[in-house]
């Protein structure tokens, strides 16, 4: 306990910085709550796959030995520690350095479920060339700073995208009447929900707003793949209609 | 199903029991360490959401919760300012620096006297006379052993006398 009687430590004490700091109780009562919430905001801007820091607090084992050897120059060799915020434990990954391309196409989920007629060979490289050419841009635009994120980050994107590409075949085949090839995207949008880079990244509330688009997509709810495709910023051919379906969200939101 | 329907009744009655009364403390604790107060209230919230996802590890007795959420909170305010030191792309020797610093104190000659502590001792001074813990429980949050936090703040409060001493 601090000793009142030290004159010494007493003017320490009254020349705390925070002793003019003031707040109302109104604005934590907000904040607390908003602590709680789902982020679909949060998601969003981790779909761009550069959040520079994540947020997420899962177990902190120690790196996988096969993380622990470094084979390319993108990787940092500073692991993350996820109790102090940050995504997990993986390793962060320069995503300036000149083989970082290589390093994210190396670390493709070989397992991760593709609409068929994918070539794997060109999704991972256009994954790997999206992720860079947005790091380049973002350090582009505040004056050549380094970019990082770590390897569960990179590996989310790829999840990412194909997540994308199954609303994207589910929305085709629906238009299409092919109720075989909308069945099979149908159950990859729900098998997506337990995907390891999505569920190690949810920020909170992510998964339940995925389990949302999956049960519309199990349902025929055109409405709510449409909202995935609009939330999840699928554009283009068969993607989202551009009709704003954010009804359709606030509705679903669990 | 939600996150929040996941804890029972009672358990995030408890949760909002022990942390709400922590905020205010909290902000302060990032006020003191880190400017602008937007950046502050940016980790406070930064805290929360950890705390929150945490919260099956929350522990048992209040003085548990209290230094378990300030090591969070720590750890929050070392990955914003590693966010700013990335950002900023500055070398590791100005990022040791500026992860030990304090925010100024309103009197100069305080501000003077915990500058010439070292990093660690000055954050333990802070964490006991601004952040209100014991020697020990200040320690221990900075990683130290109870006799280390002991000595290392006799050692700084007898150094701080000598300086502060020579200014009254």
Known sequence: MLDDFDPVLTRIRDADPASRLSVDDATLTRLFADSKRPRPARHRKLILGIGLIGVLAVGAAAPAAADVLRAFLAQTGTFGNAIHSEEDNSEWIDLLAPDAREYIASIYPDDLPMPPGTDVATFRLLVADKIIAAARATSQQEGGVGIQQQRTGLQRSFEQTAYGEWIRTWLVADKAGDVATRGAAAAALQDACSWPAFVATDGGGVIAQMQTFADAAGDVDRDGVQAAAQYNLVDGAGGWDGIDRNWWITEHTP | ?168
């Open chain 2, 1 to 168: 199903m939600t996150a929040v329907t996941e804890l029972s009744v009672d358990e995030a009655t408890a949760f909002d029991d022990v942390i709400r009364p922590l905020m205010k403390p909290l902000l302060a604790y990032f006020a003191r360490r880190i400017t602008p107060t937007e950046d502050a209230a940016d980790c406070l919230s930064e805290t929360l959401v950890v705390l929150w996802r945490r919260r099956e590890v929350l522990p048992a007795s209040e003085e548990d919760v209290r230094r378990w959420a300030y090591g969070i909170a720590k750890g929050v305010l070392a990955n914003m300012r590693r966010g700013r030191m990335r950002h900023q792309a500055l070398a590791g020797r100005l990022r040791d620096e500026v992860s030990a610093s304090v925010v100024a104190p309103v009197d100069t000659d305080v501000a003077e006297a915990l500058n010439q502590l070292g990093a660690k001792d000055r954050e333990l001074v802070a964490l006991i006379v601004w952040d209100g813990f014991g020697v020990a429980e200040a320690g221990a949050i900075l990683g130290l052993k109870p006799d280390a936090s002991r000595s290392r703040y006799s050692r700084a409060r007898a150094r701080l006398r000598v300086t502060l001493g020579d200014r009254q």
